[in-house]
């Protein structure tokens, strides 16, 4: 059975947060604005190969070796294809596409315009699919998914098995650490800044 996981995060939009959270929470403003939030929490991430060995193991007739050689192929090619101004849709997941990450500011004067000069990078962005068949649009993504609170997680594990030294990061969860800015906080809306 699939499952979201999430964490309770402390956090003030708008106010800002400190590394040291507890300077953070010294700022009178924080009371008056925090609020908490849901926080996704990843358990790992897949290589390329442990993505293939999962794919195989869908009764593919396809070895890990060829699986790999195809996603490989398919990583290169989305690439080479980006780079050429293109943008790339999966079927059924969502479209990539390239955006400019230009100076702060930008140039006002046209005749100065240099685009090595207004050019900090280049970014990857990811467009999910919202066509009737596979709408993975947020609001219909959050339709399908079953969320899990790793405090509760947590609590489950340490009745069934003695796992002492295990540290949650949670504010309900005794020995956390107390870490409540969510990774440096959350902007106003509650969302989760960009990851890159």
């Known amino acids: 059975m699939s499952k979201i996981l999430y964490r309770k995060v402390k956090a003030a939009p708008g106010v800002k947060q400190y590394l040291d ?5 010294l700022n009178p403003a924080f009371d008056a604005n925090a609020a908490y939030y849901a926080k996704a929490v990843s358990i790992e991430t897949l290589s390329l190969r442990e993505m293939a060995k999962h794919i195989s193991s869908h009764g593919s007739p396809y ?18 294809q980006l780079l050429e101004s293109k943008k790339v849709k999966v079927d059924g997941l969502g479209t990539f596409y390239l955006t400019i990450a230009n100076r702060a500011g930008g140039e006002k004067d046209l005749k100065k315009f240099s685009i090595s000069a207004i050019t900090e990078g280049l970014r990857i962005r990811f467009l999910p699919d919202s066509s009737e068949e596979e709408n993975l649009s ?26 002492s030294g295990t540290v949650i990061d949670d504010d309900n969860t005794s020995g956390s650490g107390g870490s409540n800015t969510g990774g440096g906080g959350l902007p106003a809306g509650g969302n989760e800044p960009e990851e890159p």
């Open 63 to 80: 070895t890990v070796d060829v699986v790999m050689g195809v996603l490989e192929a398919y990583r290169n090619c989305l690439l080479e």
């Open 21 to 25: 959270e507890a300077k953070t929470q």
């Open 138 to 163: 947020s609001k219909e993504f959050l339709k399908k998914a079953n969320f899990v609170d790793v405090a509760m997680l947590a609590n489950q594990m340490e009745e069934t098995e003695d796992t």
